[in-house]
């Protein structure tokens, strides 16, 4: 099992720039996918991007393209998501989550979650 945990949510204005991390701890298998999702009040959770653990091949939702960069450090166990041109409609809160390739990611593991608010 993966025990993972999220930092450097905060409130930011819009246009700004964020960077959160992801610390994993345990047994990290090279054929984990490592994600990021997000979930705004009152709507169901969705996914950012994910990165492979292995050669780091990365996805992103469409709708986060060109503004937000999932990268991974395999000697840190780290997994950090740079976001920037932040919109208000960003605002969620962010959870970090391991898988295996090929699985649900609701068989995963995930974090606890870190708030990102975009001020108008």
């Known amino acids: 099992q993966v025990q993972l945990v999220e930092s450097g949510g905060g409130l930011v204005q819009a246009g700004g720039s964020l960077r959160l991390s992801c610390a994993a701890s345990g047994r990290i298998s090279s054929t984990y996918v490592m994600g990021w999702f997000r979930q705004a009040p009152g709507k169901e959770r969705e996914f950012v991007a994910h990165?492979?653990?292995?050669?780091?091949?990365?996805a992103y939702a469409d709708s986060m393209k060109g503004r937000f960069t999932i990268s991974r450090d395999n000697a840190k166990n780290t997994v950090d998501l740079q976001m920037s041109s932040l919109k208000p409609e960003d605002t969620a809160v962010y959870y970090c989550a391991a898988a295996e390739a090929g699985s649900r990611w609701s068989s995963g593991s995930w974090g606890q979650g870190t708030q990102v608010s975009v001020s108008s």
């Open positions: 990165i492979r653990w292995s050669g780091g091949s990365t």
